[in-house]
C-alpha cells in the first residue's frame, strides 16, 4: 500500500511563507511524507521496530550508507544503496536495507531534507518505489514519547521535500547518532538495479552569523506514545489518541501522515477546548491517498500551547476494501514546536544514546 504522508509539513514553513510545496507523485501539492516515527509495529530486534514494526524481512546485501559533508557548501549528501528492485514486489517479500547509522560531524543546525531516488548514474528513479525512509536521533528521547526517540525526518513515496524554514533548524552536536531506517517496494511493472536513495540536508553551524531558533518535530499520534501503525477496519472508522504536552510553546504550522483510504485528522486541544486543525486528507477514486494539507500559525506567532495541555488526535477513514487491513492505518499530526524554554528541551539529550528507552538492537552497519 502507498504510504502517503503528509505532513512534514516541513515545508511548512517555508517559502512564501511556508506554504508548502511537497510534490507528490500525482503532481499534486502535498504536505506529505512518510512518517516515520513511526514505527510500524514492534519489533523484537530493536529499533528497527517503530517503522518496522513486527515485519521480519530479507535483508539486502551491500546496502551502505555515504554521507559526504561539503563544508563549504553547508551541505550534507547521505546516500543509501545500492538497491535492487524487482517489479511487483511488496515490501514484505523485497529484501531491506540494515539499520544504517549517520554520526553527525559538526555542530549545528540541520535546515531541510531534500530526498531523491537516482541510479548509479544519476538518473531518476520514480519515488514510488521508496516505501518510506525515517531518521531518528539516538541521542535525544521524543518530547512528546519520551519512549521514543526523536523523530526528525520522514518520506515515503511521495518524496516529500522537507524545506527550510527560514530562521528555524533542528539542532544537531557533533557525535549525534541518526538512525536511518529504509524500506523500499516495487508496484511498478519495470525492474530497477542500482537505485541509490540521495537526501541533501543544507546545514549552518554555530560560527554563521544569522541565529538559528531550534525548533522541534512534534508527532502527535491516534495511537499516543505507541506504535503508530493499527489495523484498518472495514467501512467509516475512527481512531482517537491523547498526548500531554509537558512543556510550553507555540506550533509553527501542522501537517499530517495518512495511509490509503485516510478521510481526515483532527487536532483538537481539549484543555482548551479548542480544535487546533483540521486536516481533511486528498485522495483519488480508488481512495489513494495523494496529500494532507498543511496549516501555518506561523502569520499569526505559532498556535500557543501550555504545559499540562492535553491534545487529542483523531482519525478518521474509510475503507471500501471489505477486509481488514492488517496495519493499514497511520493518523499522524507532525508539527514543527518552538518551546518557551529552549534550553528545557535542549537538555533533553543524552551523551549515551543506550540511555534512551528503546535500546539499539543492532550494531551499526556502514
Ligand atoms: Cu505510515
Not at 519515488?127 to 516505501?131: P, T
Not at 539529550?349 to 538492537?361: A, H, I, T, V
Given at each position: 500500500m502507498r504510504i502517503a504522508i503528509s505532513?512534514?509539513?516541513?515545508?511548512?514553513?517555508?517559502?512564501?511563507?511556508?506554504?508548502?510545496?511537497?510534490?507528490g507523485q500525482d503532481a499534486t501539492?502535498?504536505?506529505?511524507?512518510?512518517?516515520?516515527?513511526?514505527?510500524?509495529g514492534q519489533s523484537?530486534?530493536?529499533?528497527?521496530?517503530?517503522?518496522?514494526?513486527?515485519m521480519h524481512h530479507a535483508i539486502a546485501k551491500d546496502v551502505r550508507l555515504d554521507v559526504k559533508v561539503d563544508e563549504a557548501a553547508h551541505l550534507a549528501t547521505v546516500r543509501v544503496g545500492p538497491l535492487a528492485l524487482p517489479a511487483n514486489t511488496s515490501h514484505m517479500k523485497m529484501p531491506q536495507p540494515q539499520e544504517l547509522f549517520w554520526v553527525v560531524p559538526f555542530d549545528g543546525w540541520l535546515l531541510a531534507y531534500h530526498p531523491k531516488l537516482m541510479d548509479g548514474q544519476g538518473g531518476d528513479i520514480p519515488?514510488?518505489?521508496?516505501?518510506h525512509v525515517a531518521f531518528w536521533n539516538?541521542?535525544?528521547?521524543?518530547?512528546?514519547?519520551?519512549?521514543?526517540?526523536?523523530?526528525?525526518f520522514g518520506a515515503g513515496g511521495e518524496m516529500t521535500d522537507w524545506q527550510k524554514v527560514p530562521g528555524f533548524g533542528y539542532q544537531v552536536q557533533k557525535g549525534d547518532k541518526i538512525r536511518i531506517e529504509t524500506m523500499v517496494h516495487n508496484p511498478t511493472t519495470i525492474s530497477y538495479q542500482d537505485v541509490y536513495l540521495e537526501v541533501s540536508i543544507p546545514f549552518q553551524e554555530p560560527s554563521a552569523s544569522a541565529a538559528v531558533k531550534s525548533y522541534y518535530p512534534a508527532w502527535m499520534d491516534v495511537e499516543s506514545c505507541n506504535n503508530s501503525g493499527y489495523d484498518l477496519k472495514p467501512g467509516e472508522t475512527q481512531e482517537v489518541g491523547n498526548v500531554t504536552l509537558h512543556f510550553s510553546g507555540v506550533l509553527l504550522g501542522v501537517g499530517g501522515h495518512m495511509h490509503d483510504y485516510g478521510k481526515q485528522l483532527v487536532l483538537e486541544d481539549v484543555t482548551r477546548k479548542e480544535v487546533v486543525a483540521t486536516l481533511d486528507a486528498k485522495t483519488n477514486e480508488q481512495g489513494q491517498l495523494l496529500g494532507i494539507p498543511v496549516k501555518i500559525f506561523f502569520e499569526q506567532g505559532g498556535y500557543a500551547l501550555a504545559t499540562d495541555d492535553q491534545l487529542k488526535i483523531t482519525a478518521t477513514y474509510n475503507n471500501?476494501?471489505?477486509?481488514?487491513?492488517?496495519?493499514?492505518a497511520m493518523g499522524i499530526v507532525v508539527g514543527y514546536f518552538l518551546p518557551s524554554n529552549g534550553p528545557a528541551l535542549a537538555g533533553l539529550?543524552?551523551?549515551?544514546?543506550?540511555?534512551?528507552?528503546?535500546?539499539?538492537?543492532s550494531s551499526p552497519n556502514q
Open positions: 505532513f512534514f509539513a516541513r515545508s511548512l514553513l517555508v517559502g512564501t511563507l511556508f506554504v508548502t510545496s511537497m510534490q501539492p502535498k504536505a506529505t511524507s512518510d512518517m516515520p516515527g513511526v514505527r510500524h523484537s530486534d530493536g529499533h528497527g521496530g517503530f517503522m518496522q514494526g513486527g519515488g514510488v518505489v521508496l516505501h539516538m541521542n535525544r528521547p521524543d518530547f512528546l514519547c519520551p519512549n521514543k526517540e526523536e523523530h526528525i471500501p476494501t471489505g477486509k481488514v487491513l492488517h496495519d493499514g539529550r543524552r551523551e549515551d544514546p543506550s540511555l534512551l528507552s528503546n535500546k539499539p538492537g
